[in-house]
C-alpha cells in the first residue's frame, strides 16, 4: 500500500513519475533481509569505520519536507540525511527523488542513527516510514534507480548490502541506470560527469604499484578511459583481502567515486567500499 491508502498500478510509487520502483512493501522485505549483512564482495571495516556506523536506539518522529540534496527535515525540528546513500546530481533525478520521498511527508518515520553530527547539524539514519506496510527509505530510493548506494560525506558505507537493491534498476535501465552501466572505457561520458559521483564498471588492465599509491589503468596503453588511484593504506587493506595486482589483473570491477579530470578521467578510491569484484555477473555492455 502506499501512501494515502491507494495501490498503485504496475507497482510504481507515487511521485516517481516515470521511474519506476517496487512496492513498498517488496522495498522493506528487500532492504531488511540485506541491511544489516555484509554484500558477498564487502570487505571488513575498519575500527574506527565500525565506531560511525555503529547504530543509536531507533526514535520515533515525522517527515515534515524534503530539503536539497534529500535533507529529512523532520517534525521533532530536528534534520537528517539517510544512511547508506549518495543523493543523485543530476537535476531530473534529484526532483524525482525528492518527490519519491515526499511522498511520505507527514508519515511516521522510526529513525535509527548512526555516527556524530555532520558539520551542518544533521544525522546520518537509517528511515523507515509507514506502519503497515512500512518503507525503508534508502532502500526505496536505490531500488528505484534514483540513488547509489554510497558513504557519501560518511567515513565509511555503513549499509553496503544496499549495493544488491541497485541490480533491479540496473538491470531494466531505470533513473540513475538508464543506458546501462557506465563504462571505464567511455572517456567522454566519464569526463563530462567531472566532479560527480558515479559507479564506473571495467575491467582492470594493468597494476602499477608505487611507493605512495597503486594505480588501475581499465584502458589499453595509447588509449582513454579510466584511472583508479589507491592510497597505500587502501591498498594494503585491499592486500590483506586478497585483493592484490595478481588477482585484480583482469577482473571485472565496479568503481564508485567522484570524477576527477588530470591527463584523463581520474577516481581516488576512498576507500575498500569503493571497489567490488563483479566477475560472475553479466557481461558489461558495450
Do not use: N
Request: net charge positive; glycine share 14%; hydrophobic share 45%.
Amino acid at each position: 500500500m502506499v501512501p494515502g491508502g491507494r495501490r498503485e498500478a504496475h507497482g510504481v510509487v507515487p511521485g516517481a513519475g516515470r521511474f519506476g520502483a517496487p512496492g513498498p512493501a517488496l522495498v522493506w522485505l528487500l532492504a531488511a533481509a540485506c541491511g544489516g549483512s555484509a554484500a558477498p564482495h564487502t570487505l571488513a571495516a575498519a575500527p574506527q569505520a565500525e565506531e560511525a556506523c555503529r547504530p543509536a536506539a531507533a526514535r520515533a518522529d515525522r517527515l515534515a519536507d524534503v530539503g536539497p540534496r534529500g535533507e529529512l527535515i523532520l517534525a521533532s525540528g530536528r534534520r537528517a540525511v539517510l544512511s547508506g546513500l549518495h543523493w543523485p546530481d543530476a537535476p531530473e533525478i534529484d526532483a524525482a527523488a525528492r518527490s519519491w520521498l515526499l511522498a511520505f511527508r507527514g508519515m511516521p518515520l522510526v529513525l535509527t542513527e548512526r555516527g556524530p553530527e555532520d558539520r551542518w547539524g544533521r544525522r546520518r539514519a537509517d528511515g523507515i516510514a509507514g506502519e503497515a506496510e512500512p518503507v525503508d527509505l534508502a532502500g526505496g530510493l536505490v531500488a528505484a534507480g534514483l540513488g547509489y548506494a554510497g558513504a557519501g560525506e560518511a567515513e565509511a558505507l555503513c549499509r553496503p548490502a544496499l549495493r544488491a537493491l541497485e541490480a533491479a534498476p540496473r538491470a531494466a535501465g531505470h533513473g540513475l541506470w538508464a543506458g546501462g552501466p557506465l563504462a571505464a572505457t567511455d572517456e567522454p561520458s566519464l569526463s563530462a560527469r567531472a566532479g560527480r559521483f558515479v559507479v564506473v564498471e571495467g575491467r582492470i588492465l594493468h597494476v602499477g604499484e608505487r611507493s605512495a599509491r597503486t594505480y588501475l589503468d581499465f584502458a589499453r596503453r595509447g588509449e582513454q578511459g579510466l584511472t583508479v588511484t589507491v592510497q597505500k593504506r587502501t591498498w594494503r587493506i585491499l592486500s590483506e583481502h586478497g585483493l592484490s595486482a595478481a588477482t585484480l589483473r583482469g577482473r571485472l570491477v565496479r568503481i564508485r567515486g567522484t570524477v576527477e579530470i588530470g591527463r584523463g578521467p581520474l577516481i581516488d578510491l576512498a576507500g575498500v567500499e569503493g571497489i567490488e569484484v563483479v566477475e560472475g555477473e553479466r557481461a558489461l555492455r558495450r
